[in-house]
């Protein structure tokens, strides 16, 4: 008989998620900044060593956050990778900024360091690498950079919590750095995020911006007998549902990232060989990156061949799926003049890029069988 479909990703309980929900129902308080919301962002600030964590209810509003924090005004501009999720340009696009394109490097598919110089102009502000499938950016030579223009660094590391470079958690070097607890992520709660704020200046006021522009956060800590509006500000606060949802897994994510690691490694020594005699490639990991196990990825020779293992996999059950379209061709960016050829790497990679199921859940037999599938694979 043939075996049901293997979903290209899928959440699981991993910890104790039910009984936190039911503990945070039953003490009556399922706002945002209760006990669980206050776990997970003390476990965070202890594991990773940032100064201040926030839980939010999307990494894209943590995004927000950021560009409120930098007062990002209409013109100035920011430099994001071409090759991203919509949210991480997105997030600067409604403070009015102009979004500069940068292309990724052929191995990682990471921001290109060396190409960044170039776009570099009087009006630049900010610079936000995406740690792609949780593999570090070359922190080193983007920090030097920021620092020689006075640029703040914001990693959107949606895909990295946990991960390393030289040594270093990811979500350490910006000025600020984003996490995704969105469904898809290797920590999740459904829908969530988080803002991880190095730079002491500027936590009291991402206190204030994540309450409605309202000082409450301090009034809850007593410091002030009232609180009242002080700047601007949205409703980005987590509720203590999602957050206990959130701690049962945080607590978690040894094993987790251990599941992912087992099945990531498993893939990488079953279709290595595959893959250099078909053309392809599997991820490339450079020796000083701890990667975070968020994705295996092949990159395929071409548009044709993504296209016809994608249907063989699904004609055998296995939903496989590709990745980001290039954002400078986007129907929004277009505002901007981005054109072909302007990320060749960025745009050569969204139509041969295939992600293979990984989720912690998946059993052996799963993963046999996806591994089976494409091997199967004849071109
Ligand atoms: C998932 C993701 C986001 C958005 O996360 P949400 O929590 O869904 O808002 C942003 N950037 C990257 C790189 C992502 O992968």
């Not at 007062?71 to 102009?98: H, K």
Request: aromatic share 10%.
């Amino acid at each position: 008989m043939a075996q049901p479909p293997i979903p290209f990703n899928h959440s699981a309980v991993v910890g104790a998620e039910y009984d936190y929900i039911r503990e945070a129902m039953s003490s009556g308080q399922i706002a945002g900044d209760r006990t669980f919301s206050r776990k997970c962002q003390a476990m965070l600030e202890e594991v990773l060593g940032v100064r201040r964590t926030l839980v939010t209810t999307s990494c894209t509003h943590a995004l927000e956050m950021a560009a409120l924090l930098l007062d990002i005004q209409p013109g100035d501009e920011v430099i994001v990778p071409s090759f991203t999720f919509v949210s991480t340009a997105n997030a600067f696009a409604l403070r009015g900024a102009r979004l500069v394109f940068g292309d990724v490097r052929a191995d990682t598919l990471n921001l290109d360091e060396s190409k960044l110089p170039a776009l570099i102009t009087p009006r630049t502000r900010a610079i936000v690498p995406v740690h792609y499938a949780g593999v570090g950016c070359e922190m080193d030579a983007i920090s030097a950079l920021a620092g020689r223009h006075s640029l703040a660094v914001v990693e959107d590391n949606a895909h990295g919590l946990f991960g390393k470079y030289r040594g270093r958690w990811l979500g350490t070097f910006g000025s600020f750095a984003t996490q995704s607890f969105h469904e898809t992520k290797n920590i999740t709660c459904g829908e969530g995020g988080a803002l991880l704020v190095n730079d002491p200046r500027y936590v009291e006021r991402a206190e204030i911006i994540r309450e409605k522009g309202t000082n409450r956060t301090r009034f809850f800590r007593g410091e002030v007998d009232k609180y009242s509006w002080v700047d601007l500000g949205s409703s980005y606060v987590m509720s203590d549902v999602l957050a206990a949802f959130l701690f049962g897994q945080l607590e978690k994510w040894r094993e987790v990232q251990a599941k992912r690691r087992t099945l990531w490694d498993r893939y990488e020594a079953a279709l290595a060989a595959w893959a250099a005699k078909l053309g392809a490639r599997p991820p490339i990991v450079p020796a000083h990156c701890e990667q975070a196990y968020h994705m295996y990825y092949l990159l395929l020779p071409n548009l044709a061949m993504r296209t016809a293992l994608i249907a063989h996999l699904k004609s055998r059950g296995v939903m496989a799926v590709f990745h980001y379209q290039p954002l400078h061709l986007s129907e929004f960016a277009r505002r901007w003049g981005g054109r072909p050829g302007d990320c060749p790497v960025t745009e050569s990679a969204s139509d041969r890029l295939l992600r293979l199921p990984l989720f912690f859940s998946m059993t052996e037999d799963q993963q046999k069988h996806v591994i089976e599938s494409v091997t199967t694979f004849r071109s």
